[in-house]
């Protein structure tokens, strides 16, 4: 057992070993009496993270070889390890020429004065190679695939801290460690070489040592010594909180424990979830329905393993992309794009198209009211709204499998108070935008059973899943998380 692990082993004890009221709590604070850590534990971790942070400078130091990027330059120390809108605006103002800013990352590397819009806006772009049996396509569905088969996109940088009790990496999963994520970042982002095994453990180590909160170590701590996940107690059912937040912890397990459930905070505890958003598709894109007599058309769900899921996050990248939706990530340019699958490398039989050349009610492609097919349900790809474009594929860049299409990663959302802006391409600034994206279009998905039933909080936005009071409540509870 190593250092780190011995260490999280007597966090966890000294865990166990706190019950009892938290004698400090405010007046209106309600405390459970079972697993609230104890300061000391705060202690413990802040000693570990020093004995860790002396021993990785190599996730601070830009490595020989290198363009000047060390991991924390996107991933700065001090700021939980996520580049912020703030941090990345004062530090192109103060210097310019600071390494976050080198041209690989210029919205036009070739510009005279590049301008860095999407890196001041806390995006990177990543580079990846298509899948073999991948193809970009036009809207007239001609090959435009480039030369190198690499596509760009624009991706937020996520914190490091947690990514002991998560994993694979990368919002796309496409790192199966640390150790690999590593390496993929000092080759792409800091045009580095390969590196030695002793260097990527020590920035590995660095960054399992990094934790938002003594109860994301407590987990850590019971993953490190083998308990089962689904066996370890979520220690914020133990957590001292104030009226207000413990009626948002009542928010959070109906809203969105389903999802992102369990100690780790990345469980699909509810696999209706999970089972509803895989569909089968037509070979022109759209979702396969199956007529039921006197029933409502009910699209084919199919199975598929994956853990990464499709929410309609990319679908609303592209509506602000065109204007239709208020989106923080809407005054910069993403990539457009459509993609064809087929069932080989040898690209000869096609599978299927995506997303679909919209059919919508008007014939106008901007009517974001679909077409109806012959059994009267919407004709529609696998967000189950018109969508023109795709400005990222996820998840199936990696696979090239058409039901992973825009799928990412769920995350842990233990310190998300603290990484603004959030999604993977940044188009909510705030957690407030965020809990209003999910009462206004995501709750009301049927598994979910949060049907939009409260009227809006303004007279042109759509009915909503949570009450005014609820979202109050919840953001209470996440500010604490």
Excluded at 338 to 354: E, G, H, N, S
């Amino acid at each position: 057992m190593n250092t780190l692990s011995i260490v999280l082993v007597a966090c966890a004890a000294i865990v166990f070993g706190c019950v009892g009221p938290d004698p400090g709590a405010a007046p209106d604070t309600i405390v459970d009496t079972a697993l609230v850590p104890d300061p000391n534990l705060e202690t413990s971790l802040a000693i570990s993270r020093s004995a860790q942070h002396a021993r990785a400078s190599p996730f601070e130091t830009a490595l020989p070889g290198s363009n000047g990027r060390s991991c924390a330059t996107c991933h700065p120390i001090g700021a939980h390890t996520a580049l912020s809108i703030a941090d990345a605006e004062a530090r192109f103002a103060a210097n310019p020429r600071d390494p976050l800013f080198h041209p690989l990352d210029a919205d036009d590397p070739s510009a005279a004065t590049p301008t860095y819009a999407h890196v001041r806006k806390g995006l990177i772009r990543v580079v990846l190679p298509l899948p073999a049996n991948m193809d970009v396509i036009d809207l007239a569905g001609n090959v435009v695939t480039p030369a190198s088969r690499q596509i760009e996109v624009w991706r937020g940088v996520p914190t490091v801290e947690n990514t002991a009790i998560t994993g694979p990496y990368q919002l796309d999963g496409r790192a199966a460690s640390l150790e690999a994520q590593a390496q993929a970042a000092i080759t792409s982002h800091s045009q580095g070489p390969t590196v030695s095994s002793n260097t990527l453990d020590r920035i590995a180590r660095f960054q399992r040592a990094q934790f938002s909160s003594a109860r994301a170590a407590f987990v850590a701590a019971m993953l490190a010594i083998g308990v089962p996940r689904d066996r370890i107690p979520v220690p914020e059912r133990a957590m001292p909180l104030s009226r207000q937040e413990r009626r948002g912890r009542d928010v959070f397990e109906l809203a969105c424990a389903q999802c992102h459930g369990g100690a780790t905070g990345t469980q699909i505890i509810n696999r209706s979830v999970h089972d509803g958003l895989f569909f089968a598709l037509g070979s022109d894109g759209n979702i396969i329905y199956d007529a039921v007599p006197g029933q409502e058309p009910t699209p084919r769900l199919v199975p598929h393993a994956s853990e990464f899921l499709n929410i309609g996050i990319g679908l609303l990248s592209g509506y602000g992309q065109m204007g239709l939706l208020p989106m923080f990530n809407d005054d910069i340019q993403l990539p457009r794009y459509r993609f064809r699958f087929y069932t080989d490398a040898t690209r000869r039989q096609q599978v299927t198209d995506l997303p679909p050349v919209p059919v919508t009610a008007s014939g106008d492609p901007n009517d974001l009211n679909p077409a109806l097919n012959e059994l009267g349900a919407p004709i529609t790809g696998p967000s189950l709204a018109v969508q023109t474009f795709s400005t990222d594929p996820g998840r199936a860049a990696i696979t090239g499998d058409p039901l992973d299409f825009e799928a990412f990663d769920v995350p842990q959302l233990r310190g998300i108070a603290h990484t603004a802006p959030y999604f993977h391409d940044n188009n909510s600034g705030t957690l407030r935008d965020v809990v209003d994206l999910y009462s206004r279009f995501m709750l009301q998905f049927p598994p979910i059973g949060l049907p939009p039933v409260n009227p809006p909080e303004q007279p042109e936005l759509p009915p909503e899943s949570l009450t005014v009071a609820q979202k109050q409540d919840l953001l209470a509870f996440l500010e604490r998380l």
